[in-house]
């Protein structure tokens, strides 16, 4: 029986790939701080330790202990706009906290190391983003994750260290943390829908993404060891057809069976349209049908509605306060 460990495994995708590989008949390790994740969304089957990727010794410990088969590096603060602001917790966070992983795979020999990356790293390139455009990350957190994605390119090469990396986009689903003001614009909708707050929105709201249910990349993430022709490569991955924040605040609002009010606020810096081309992913995974739009936030809603609104917390560690959006700066707790 292979034996993996899930970083991130009580937070949102994490817990989904757990679940997964634990279909696929693994043993499952989940580690997680509960920064941002819960240990009531660890799927049943799962160890769970509570813990950071921050600490070396910890990591070490449990793969001497359980002698990994597999990575999946799932855990991250995953706030593109707020990286600007919180430039060393990010760098630690989602750079120092993987190199430490990345070392324990190689001290430890771990036969495959699968990261999340993002299509953060692109910043603004032509659309649709291929896996042959060279990054150019405009925010720290893309950063991060590409500075990530060559460290593992590096290890390969000298250490042996066989990888498969992903760059998912705007993944909503069921267990995603609503009660983060910062991130998940589909979370943020439906909390503010619960709370009887109109929807806030960056800029004209005619910004297009693509957005991605959770149960379309779950599986692919999960099963891709078993895939040869994955090693060593890298997958854009998530949905094809891209949506303004209007028409996904609309969209929020019907799912919700909520009449909706939105409150524009001034445009923050972040790359205006986003979305990438999938036909490498396809190729190699073979073509699976994609959730639309309206059913996957159906089934978020549900979910939604029997965990409640939450409150939403401010981020305490603010490093640099010049040009924070005015509407982060002046929020107050609740």
């Known amino acids: 029986m292979a034996i993996s460990i899930v970083t991130g495994g009580a937070g949102f995708i994490g817990s989904h790939v757990a679940g997964e590989l634990l279909k696929l008949g693994h043993q499952v390790v989940v580690l997680d701080d509960l920064s941002g994740g819960s240990a009531d969304n660890v799927p049943d089957g799962a160890l769970f330790v509570e813990g950071s990727i921050l600490d070396a010794g910890l990591i070490d410990t449990l793969f001497r202990k359980y002698s990994f088969d597999y990575v999946f590096h799932l855990a991250a603060y995953a706030a593109e706009g707020l990286s600007h602001f919180i430039r060393r917790f990010n760098y630690t966070n989602n750079l120092i906290g993987s190199v430490n992983l990345i070392n324990a795979s190689v001290n430890f020999n771990v036969k495959c190391f699968v990261f999340t990356s993002s299509i953060a ?27 990530v994605e060559c460290d593992l390119h590096a290890t390969e090469k000298l250490f042996g260290l066989r990888y498969i990396i992903f760059r998912p986009h705007n993944v909503y689903g069921e267990y995603q943390n609503i009660g ?8 943020i909708f439906m909390n503010q829908i619960m709370r009887g707050q109109p929807l806030s929105i960056f800029g004209d709201g005619e910004q297009k993404r693509a957005f991605t249910y959770i149960g379309d990349i779950a599986p ?30 609309r969209a929020a609002g019907k799912a919700m069976g909520a009449e909706i009010a939105i409150k524009y606020l001034d445009a923050r810096q972040e790359v205006v349209n986003a979305w990438s081309d999938h036909s490498k992913v396809q190729r190699i995974f073979g073509v699976r049908k994609q ?18 609104a939450r409150k939403s917390k401010r981020f305490e560690g603010i490093e640099i306060s010049r040009n924070l959006p005015p509407f982060w700066a002046n929020q107050l707790e609740g």
């Open 291 to 308: 959730t639309s739009l309206d059913e996957g936030l159906e089934r978020m809603a549900t979910w939604a509605r029997s965990a409640g």
């Open 220 to 249: 692919v993430i999960a099963g891709s060891i078993n895939v040869p022709e994955a090693y060593g490569e890298v997958f854009n991955i998530g949905a094809d057809n891209a949506y303004s924040v209007n028409e996904l605040a």
């Open 180 to 187: 983060d003001r910062y991130r998940n614009v589909i979370g």
């Open 121 to 147: 790293v692109y910043g603004s390139a032509p659309l649709p983003m291929r896996e042959d455009m060279r990054p150019q990350p405009e925010d720290p957190y893309g950063i991060a994750k590409f500075a």
